[in-house]
């Protein structure tokens, strides 16, 4: 058949595909029609006319139809009410016995509260703090024991309780990583609290009235530390009783539910937050109109995460998601030439890695030895000069720069080659973790690619060279596209100039899990930090004896092994999350995977009967 004739037999179809795909409202059914019908057109034309614009236009429309396909499958809109009106109800259903636990855990820990109060009354300035105590008592004398809820602006009282909640919740959650005794602290630390805290007001002949005001936002806010608690016992729960799974299988499903109840209490924190912000301080309010509010509260948390969970619990699950973990357990390895959502891209990390934890953390171990010995070799003076750190919560900011940083230190070249052999080790340690794990062929490397990549790690390592705020916006801006530049480059599937593109052309996709990774990576390093540190120098002061200098010279030297392997760790994370990306801007750019799939099309398919050319 000439062009011509292949052309007009078909172009009413085409325009008509065209016009279906213009429309707001998509019908997946129609599009999987057109896109398997597009495909069937476009593989004859790249058979008969492999050189003309016929087989372009085809290629377009092929890939807008795959694009579409893909934005409209189940799985964005859908699956934000599916999460909070199915999955998560099925989780908390699941995991009622953590959460019931925690409930105890809390509740005795007030109870020791009150008690504690009523045998020493000195206790509360112990638990609250002398300066709380002392305002408090003022505002009682001065006839407005509430007066502490109107002394800031609603907008920022609120912003400051939210985020205070959420990083409190945090971290009673993510505490149940140390096999749950860290959250049964954080509870009965807050339990405790709160029972000093409520039976003071209690003592002061004001229980009503604080009662009344307290619990506005409490109800949601106390019961959300309550839940957060659960949601770190039942992470913990996989370490401490693994069943018939490994123990990291069982931590990985634990955590995941654990990390679902967890995401599930922040819009409660939000809606705490603007209560505590907006409406505590009106204490003028009638007090039957504040316990029907209070009731009300209490009322939805137990609809929502006692009864509700066994209404959906009883429902059998729909088909397509209960497979979901055993489809997931069984992929062997990753296929690359494929558009992945943020979400996906993230999973598929961890899964990456989570198959490869041995590699990862050996790597990363000697690496980091090796780093760290190098580090202090080269230095001619005591150790406890060589890095200056910062406890601070946003201090892990500081003291990774402060482990990269070359020039803004006045520590020359040198140090400035060793930062970039520290991060070529860990590109080339995430590189053959990421290989081992998916479908791709490669080329043996070379000395050039070699070199190369070394080359990117000098590059970076002079972004991460100068001050705090020139790396940072080394960072932000260009860390992404070098990391995505690394791999493309060192694999040889894309230029300087087609990387460029890929990555800011699509920075959204391209920013989304470095962003986020980030934020996952902070808190957990500053408990790390602050929690697992303190315990490991407690313990090494308790069974070395030294001098100060020593002391203090041996701590710079562990405190620079732990930051290089925390850092490490996100590093690689980073290097796999940019590599499993890089074929997702390929394919969005160049439909690599497409093209494949339309290859093995055949000529003739029949669709619904009928038959295309």
């Not at 945090?170 to 954080?186: L, Y």
């Not at 070249?413 to 794990?437: H, M, Q, T």
Request: glycine share 8%.
């Amino acid at each position: 058949m000439r062009e011509t004739e292949f052309i007009e037999k078909n172009k009413k179809k085409w325009k008509r595909y065209e016009r279906a795909l213009d429309n707001d409202e998509q019908d997946p059914e129609l599009l999987s029609q057109l896109y398997v019908h597009t495909t069937d057109d476009l593989s004859y034309s790249r058979t008969f006319y492999p050189n003309r614009s016929v087989r372009v236009y085809l290629n377009g429309l092929a890939q807008r139809t795959f694009l579409h396909i893909y934005r409209g499958r189940r799985g964005e809109t859908g699956r934000f009410f599916t999460f909070w009106t199915d999955e998560l109800p099925r989780v908390v259903f699941a995991q009622r016995r953590a959460l019931l636990i925690s409930l105890g855990v809390f509740v005795l820990a007030m109870l020791i509260g009150i008690v504690s109060y009523r045998i020493d009354p000195g206790f509360a300035e112990t638990i609250l703090g002398e300066y709380y105590m002392n305002m408090t008592q003022e505002n009682i004398k001065s006839g407005d024991p509430m007066a502490v809820y109107k002394q800031m602006s609603p907008f920022n009282m609120s912003l400051r309780i939210t985020l205070n909640n959420i990083f409190v919740a945090f971290m009673t959650f993510i505490a149940g990583a140390f096999f749950a005794v860290g959250t049964i602290v954080q509870l009965i630390r807050n339990g405790v609290m709160l029972g000093v805290f409520q039976y003071f007001f209690y003592d002061q002949g004001i229980f009503q009235e604080s009662f009344l005001t307290i619990w506005i936002h409490g109800a949601l806010e106390i019961s959300s530390i309550v839940i957060a608690g659960g949601a770190g016992l039942a992470m913990g729960r996989g370490l401490l009783f693994p069943g018939t799974h490994s123990r990291l299988t069982a931590f990985r499903n634990s955590a995941r539910d654990g990390l679902k109840i967890m995401l599930g209490t922040v819009p409660l924190f939000i809606i705490a937050g603007f209560l505590e912000g907006y409406l505590t301080r009106h204490t003028e309010l009638a007090d039957g109109i504040r316990a029907m509010f209070i009731i009300l509260c209490f009322a939805f948390i137990l609809w929502y995460y006692v009864f509700y969970p066994r209404r959906v619990a009883a429902r059998p699950r729909r088909e397509e998601e209960a497979p979901a973990r055993a489809t997931a357990a069984n992929t062997e390895r990753v296929k690359l030439k494929q558009i992945r959502t943020s979400g996906d891209n993230l999973t598929t990390t961890f899964s990456i890695l989570r198959s490869n934890t041995a590699l990862l953390f050996g790597g990363i171990f000697v690496g980091t030895l090796v780093f760290c010995l190098l580090s202090f070799f080269f230095y001619d003076s005591a150790a406890s000069t060589r890095y200056i750190f910062d406890g601070q919560f946003w201090g892990d900011f500081h003291n990774v720069h402060e482990l990269t940083t070359s020039f803004s230190r006045s520590r020359g070249l040198l140090y400035l080659l060793l930062v970039a052999a520290g991060f070529y080790g860990l590109l080339r340690l995430s590189f053959e973790i990421f290989w081992r794990s998916t479908d791709i062929e490669l080329l043996p490397a070379n000395w050039r690619s070699e070199a190369f990549l070394y080359l990117i790690c000098v590059a970076i390592a002079l972004g991460f060279a100068f001050s705090g705020t020139i790396a940072g916006l080394f960072a932000f801006l260009l860390l992404p596209f070098l990391m995505a530049f690394a791999y493309a480059g060192y694999s040889g599937l894309a230029s300087l100039k087609e990387t460029f593109r890929f990555v800011y052309t699509n920075l959204l996709s391209a920013y989304s899990n470095f962003l986020l990774i980030i934020i996952m990576a902070v808190p957990c390093m500053w408990l790390m930090d602050t929690t697992v540190g303190n315990l490991l120098f407690a313990f090494l002061d308790w069974i070395f004896y030294a001098d100060a200098i020593t002391i203090d010279n041996a701590n710079v030297v562990l405190q620079s092994f732990s930051y290089w392997f925390l850092f490490s760790i996100v590093f690689s994370i980073w290097a796999i999350s940019f590599s499993l990306n890089f074929y997702h801007l390929r394919e969005v750019e160049k439909a690599d995977g497409l093209l494949d799939r339309i290859e093995n099309v055949g000529n003739k398919r029949r669709i619904r009967g009928m038959e295309m050319e």
